[in-house]
């Protein structure tokens, strides 16, 4: 029986024909709901040229980092290491200002709660963003490819992810944070295969925790079975990265007891 997707989705499968589709792209539109079934995230109707603008330049972002990663494996040469690292810069900084207009966006959220009620045009712009953010895949996308940014940008990145998990933002982008996160089947596997690089393995490692505050995310997490690559982690050689991996075993065993 065919997947109802939709006015939505059959304009997303419409346009497979014209495109590369990722396995991640059907994640933009389709999440679990708690019975099982399937049903697509929703998207606000109304002015989205900002809210696209973001999201469209962090998609062009990453496909660019990874093609460049791509193309630096092939190339040996100093000219081409110069370029690259010209490239890479000049990508994380874009990256940079992108994830900084949302986590802008969220401390406007976060602040005006018990201020006054989530409402107003500029409210709905705010949360429409989100939604966006969220439809596009880019937390997972941007995470994936921490070990590819510059300091800086790999810091925002995490700020960022860590942030959509802050309480006191609107309970409707509140519930697709949740979803999306629980229900994907990369972010555990991404967020613990992190610890096998030096330069991204704390980083993923603040996630992990944000994520384990939330006992919906620590079942999938446990149902996942990345719990064992944890383990192994934590006896690294590296005393940062076995210390922060036991930190997150901890978090993920004793944040919710009960």
């Not at 006015?7 to 419409?14: K, S």
């Not at 860590?162 to 991404?190: D, M, N, T």
């Not at 384990?212 to 064992?228: N, P, T, W």
Request: charged letters at 30%; one cysteine or more.
């Amino acid at each position: 029986m065919p997947l109802n997707l939709g006015r939505t989705g059959n304009a997303f499968v419409e346009s497979v024909s014209k495109r590369k589709v990722q396995a991640s792209d059907w994640l933009r539109l389709v999440s679990h709901s708690e019975d099982g079934g399937h049903r697509c995230l929703s998207v606000r109707k109304g002015s989205k040229s900002k809210n696209e603008d973001v999201c469209r330049k962090l998609t062009a972002d990453i496909e660019l980092l990874v093609s460049e990663s791509c193309d630096h494996r092939k190339r040996a040469d100093r000219k081409a290491e110069q370029q690259h690292q010209k490239v890479q810069k000049e990508l994380c900084s874009d990256v940079q200002k992108q994830v900084h207009c949302i986590i802008d966006l969220l401390k406007e959220l976060t602040d005006s709660e018990g201020a006054k009620p989530h409402c107003g045009k500029d409210m709905e712009e705010k949360i429409e963003m989100l939604e966006e953010l969220i439809a596009a895949d880019l937390p997972v996308q941007l995470l994936s490819q921490l070990c590819t940014l510059e300091f800086e940008a790999r810091k925002d990145v995490m700020n960022l992810c860590s942030a959509l998990l802050w309480p006191g933002l609107p309970k409707e982008i509140e519930k697709h944070v949740l979803e999306y996160l629980r229900y994907h089947p990369r972010i555990c596997p991404v967020l613990v295969a992190g610890y096998s690089n030096e330069e991204a393995a704390l980083h993923c490692g603040v996630v992990l925790r944000s994520c384990m505050r939330h006992v919906e995310l620590v079942e999938a997490f446990l149902e996942s079975g990345q719990i064992f690559e944890l383990i192994r982690f934590a006896r690294h050689p590296n005393i940062d990265i076995s210390s922060d991996a036991f930190y997150s075993l901890r978090e993920v065993l004793m944040e919710h007891k009960e």
